[in-house]
């Protein structure tokens, strides 16, 4: 199984990026997927989850600016953040579980959001 995100970047602070999650080894659709991110020295942070039908969560402090999809014929699960902030910066990941298999986590992309 492997989780691959890609789309990270450096951004101007109000910037938009759009991460991508791409899943081999599993059949995606059967997953719950969700995208945390982690700052320097501080703990992972959940931002959003979706459903293997499509619905999506998300943690108060993202809604509005942060939008969680996914293409099960691509095997992929999108994040697509708008007005992006120098505190969005952090290495961000997905995770896909499908109890009992996973959790499964990718290697992170960096995203950084400076002027």
């Known amino acids: 199984v492997q989780l691959v995100e890609s789309g990270g970047g450096l951004v101007q602070p109000g910037g938009s990026l759009r991460l991508a999650c791409a899943a081999s080894g599993i059949i995606f659709s059967d997953y719950i997927v969700g995208w945390y991110r982690q700052a320097p020295g501080n703990q992972r942070e959940w931002l959003a989850t979706?459903?293997?039908?499509?619905?999506?969560n998300y943690a108060d402090s993202m809604k509005g600016r942060f939008t969680i999809s996914r293409d099960n014929v691509k095997n992929s699960v999108y994040l697509q953040m708008y007005s992006l902030k120098p505190e969005d910066t952090a290495v961000y990941y997905c995770r896909a579980e499908s109890f009992p298999s996973g959790p499964y986590w990718g290697q992170g992309t960096p995203v950084s959001v400076s002027s």
């Open positions: 979706i459903t293997r039908g499509g619905a999506a």
